[in-house]
């Protein structure tokens, strides 16, 4: 809620604390190494070797300090914390069977390690360094109602701690894939893979002081049911494996997972302009990698997982691009400008195949408009400074009327016999002039938009 609602709360339910605040130095040194190779024995066999070795050296608490809860070496020696055996193989192999790239076959095998992760082991370092307070409907807003911490805790003569397991391991998977592929047409492709996983040393708590089993409850009767409502705290702290412990809340590696499952894929690549791509997954999972909650009975915890059936689609069609969409607008803009300023000129435009629409031309023929685009010093100047008016109009002519260029070109005179001979012209004739530059042809394109929006 907001801060105004927070700040009108009144009746608090609960309130939970831990005191005195600690620091927990977490140490993790994950190394690593590995080599590979690929071998080809024949032309159509590709084979791949390799070798990985993983340790998390001394990151296992290893250094846990036992000043002040020298009780704890009861349950743990840190010292003894190691996993440094995991070494792991891979192999794989390729096999082109007809030697043309349309049939393939492949196998590979596995075995991979996980990391622990350093979170769950900040539990054990802070172990029996702080008290922890529970108060149901505190006071407010000070929930101690003016009392120390020290006044809420409650010391238990069997204290719940949290441990880690002195043999615990880093999860271990081995992987076994088996597929073949086949080209059906030059971009399309079947494939069908077979996969097994076997995952171990699952990370996961269980509570290795819970109190064993007093009855029976998969006949539970009325008597039963009068002794169980009867049994008291300190017969179930009796039950305990240790007596003066609480819950021992330990972090242990046995949890386990097995997958199986079949894959199906159609894969069509992209070409001409459209992709898709069709998969099916038939999957048997197996597992056990939740917490446990019953210690004497673990198995409990054991079931199937995941998805048995799963079908997936996908496709995509390639649009045009960017670019080419902006340009098919501007030739359209330009198209429609120019077929407007045409009418408001009276002028004819040409334009060559593929190019576009552009105002500042004028009439020309084929071939001065191959030399680029030059028009004669009188054309030019008549459309830099526009037309005169007609003696039986009173309007002025559209061209003075849109004023279309602001910057008139000088006529650039051609230098040279060769330019002379090309030109046609000798050097007392009327001179060529250039096209006007994209500016200006940007400007009357503005200015002749404008006049007709008005």
């Given amino acids: 809620g907001s801060a105004a609602a ?30 590979q190779d690929e071998w080809k024995p024949i032309s159509n066999v590709t084979v791949n070797l390799g070798l990985r070795y993983d340790t998390q050296y001394h990151s296992f608490n290893n250094q846990l300090d036992f000043t002040g809860r020298e009780v704890l070496k009861q349950l743990v020696d840190p010292t003894s914390r190691h996993d440094n055996n995991n070494f792991g193989p891979r192999v794989g192999v390729a096999w082109d069977v007809t030697n043309d790239t349309r049939t393939l076959v492949r196998a590979a095998y ?23 307070i529970s108060i149901t409907n505190p006071s407010y807003p000070d929930p101690y109602g003016g009392l ?11 204290p719940n701690v949290n441990i880690l397991d002195d043999n615990i391991q880093n999860m271990t998977g081995d992987t076994a894939t088996a597929g073949v592929s086949r080209q ?50 300190a017969q179930l702290n009796a039950a305990r494996p240790m007596a003066n412990w609480g819950n021992i809340v330990q972090l242990t590696s046995n949890g386990w997972s097995h997958y199986r499952a079949l894959y199906v894929r159609l ?26 909650s019953d210690f004497y009975h673990p198995d409990l915890d054991t079931g199937p997982s995941g998805r048995k059936h799963t079908l997936v689609a996908s496709g995509g069609r390639e649009r045009l691009r960017a670019a080419a969409v902006r340009s098919h607008i501007r030739r359209g803009l330009d198209h429609s400008y120019g077929a407007a300023v045409q009418r408001a000129l009276g002028r004819r435009f040409h334009r060559r195949r593929h190019d576009r629409f552009r105002p500042g031309d004028v009439a020309q023929s084929g071939r001065a408009r191959q030399r680029g685009h030059r028009v004669r010093a009188a054309e030019g100047q008549r ?10 109009s009173g309007e002025p002519a559209a061209e003075q009327r849109l004023q279309p260029v602001r910057h008139p070109v000088e006529p ?4 040279g016999r060769r330019a002379q001979r090309r030109s046609g012209r000798t050097g007392d004739q009327p001179l060529r002039t250039r096209q006007p530059d994209r500016r200006h042809r940007r400007h009357l394109h503005q200015h002749c938009a404008l006049e007709l929006a008005r």
């Fill in 148 to 158: 120390s911490q020290q006044a809420f805790v409650t010391v238990s003569a069997r």
């Fill in 184 to 233: 059906l047409m030059r971009n399309l492709a079947i494939h069908v893979d077979g996969v097994y996983t076997n995952l171990r040393q699952f990370a996961r708590t269980q509570n290795i002081n819970q109190p064993r089993p007093a009855f029976d409850f998969t006949t539970l009767d009325a008597a039963t049911a009068a002794k169980i409502a009867a049994f008291s705290t």
């Fill in 110 to 132: 596995g075995r991979f390690y996980q990391y622990l992760p350093q979170g769950s082991l900040r539990n054990e370092l802070g172990t029996l360094l702080q008290n922890s």
């Fill in 412 to 415: 650039r005179a051609a230098t």
């Fill in 267 to 292: 894969d069509k690549r992209m070409a001409n302009r459209y992709m898709y791509l069709v998969s099916y997954t038939r999957d048997w999972t197996t597992n056990s990698v939740d917490n446990v």
């Fill in 6 to 35: 927070i700040a009108a709360l009144r009746n608090p339910v609960s309130f939970t604390a831990s005191f005195p605040s600690t620091v927990r130095k977490l140490h993790n040194y994950w190394m690593n190494g590995y080599a």
């Fill in 383 to 392: 459309v830099a400074g526009g037309a005169q008016p007609r003696a039986d």
